[in-house]
């Protein structure tokens, strides 16, 4: 069969790859073209455009690059009328995925979503596009099940890849092997994830640091984005000389006694890795974050650690709560205070029950393939 699949972010090209491997284990004569990056292509996609190249975040972003978002849109809906595959399965990413899942649909190919658009934090108005284009739903947060259910949409929950992506590194500590190749001392280690996004980097990064440097019994370790340099970091950084290491974040947290993540993603592989942590997060100006949190906002929080747990799990400092001072007392309960750090260890084992077992990328495929064959 042919799939035609779209991922339009770096976690999206993970998922993605792993999915593409799984589904050509159950058909190897799948032909797989679309959008992706590196690993997709590793994979055995033919990648007709990377991930880089439909970054456009944020209004004015958008704006200055409508005329390229645009010829994406026609040269992805050309290329699929041509292609003609028996699926389009897109990955997350819904301000590209949720037009192209219409255009599918108009021309009567199949759909199938892997990676649920996030409608039940934001926008959640989003749910009608999906119930009108896409034919069937492949989720990976236990609680997306039931918020579908109010609109009467079966979804199919594989359980989280991201379980997948990690146990696939087959890590185990060695932190004198992994002090030495990266230089490092012998302070035990506060890991520093600021996000992947030069705006979001910009704004958390000096105060993430300022609050590690308080601690001098450690070191603070930047986990560095791929498509950054360290000439982007340096001015955030001061006198400080904290190291940045790249694609090497699992690793990073692993060897960490404690890290102060980014809100996002990271938040939940912090956890999964077992990792005690502060949330952060940002947004600028402050009004926006109040008008997107009146009109848009649905959870109560914001990290997908508490969301899962329903409760607060971890500490989120976001907006005017993100201080100096905040975020060092809060390090300060984690580092000093074993009951407040067993506490939280302990939620972190009730949200991988929640998650469930292993093998998300290997049931989502069986998914897919037995019903493209009904």
């Not at 069937?136 to 579908?148: A, C, G, N």
């Not at 030495?180 to 980097?201: D, F, Q």
């Not at 000096?206 to 360290?230: H, K, R, T, V, Y």
């Not at 400080?240 to 939940?268: C, D, F, M, N, Q």
Request: glycine fraction near 6%; hydrophobic fraction near 45%; include cysteine.
């Amino acid at each position: 069969m042919k799939y035609y699949v779209l991922a339009g972010e770096a976690s999206g090209d993970l998922h993605a790859s792993n999915l593409i491997k799984e589904i050509s284990l159950i058909d190897p004569d799948a032909q797989f073209r679309g959008f992706g990056g590196e690993l997709m292509e590793q994979a055995g996609m033919t990648v007709l455009k990377h991930y880089r190249d439909l970054a456009f975040m944020g209004i004015v972003p958008v704006i200055m690059n409508i005329r390229t978002i645009q010829k994406n849109f026609r040269f992805c809906e050309q290329d699929m009328l041509t292609f003609q595959p028996d699926v389009l399965i897109l990955v997350d990413y819904p301000g590209f995925n949720l037009r192209m899942a219409k255009f599918a649909k108009a021309h009567g190919i199949r759909t199938f979503y892997y990676i649920s658009p996030k409608v039940w934090a934001w926008k959640e108005q989003r749910v009608h596009k999906i119930l009108a284009s896409v034919d069937e739903l492949f989720t990976i947060l236990p609680f997306e099940t039931e918020f579908y259910r109010k609109y009467n949409y079966p979804v199919n929950y594989v359980g989280n890849p991201l379980l997948d992506a990690i146990l696939e590194k087959k890590m185990s500590p060695d932190f004198p092997r992994f002090r030495n190749e990266n230089n490092l001392s012998e302070k035990p280690i506060l890991a520093v994830l600021p996000g992947s996004r030069k705006g979001e980097i910009s704004v958390l990064l000096p105060i993430m640091l300022e609050a590690a440097a308080q601690f001098s019994d450690f070191q603070c370790i930047i986990a560095g984005a791929p498509n950054m340099g360290i000439e982007f970091y340096q001015p955030f950084m001061k006198e400080s000389k904290v190291p940045v290491i790249w694609g090497k974040t699992y690793e990073i947290l692993i060897h960490s006694r404690a890290a102060i993540v980014s809100s996002g993603t990271a938040t939940l592989e912090t956890a999964i890795l077992n990792v005690p942590q502060v949330v952060v997060y940002r947004l600028t100006p402050k009004w926006l974050f109040n008008f997107l949190k009146f009109f848009f906002l649905k959870t109560k929080f914001v990290s997908l650690v508490n969301i899962i747990l329903e409760k607060e799990a971890v500490k989120e400092l976001i907006q005017w709560n993100f201080t100096l001072k905040n975020v060092a007392q809060e390090l300060g309960k984690i580092l000093n205070d074993q009951e407040y750090e067993k506490r939280m260890l302990a939620d972190y084992r009730e949200m991988m029950i929640k998650l469930g077992e292993p093998g998300a990328s290997k049931r989502a495929a069986g998914l897919m393939v037995g019903k493209l064959k009904t």
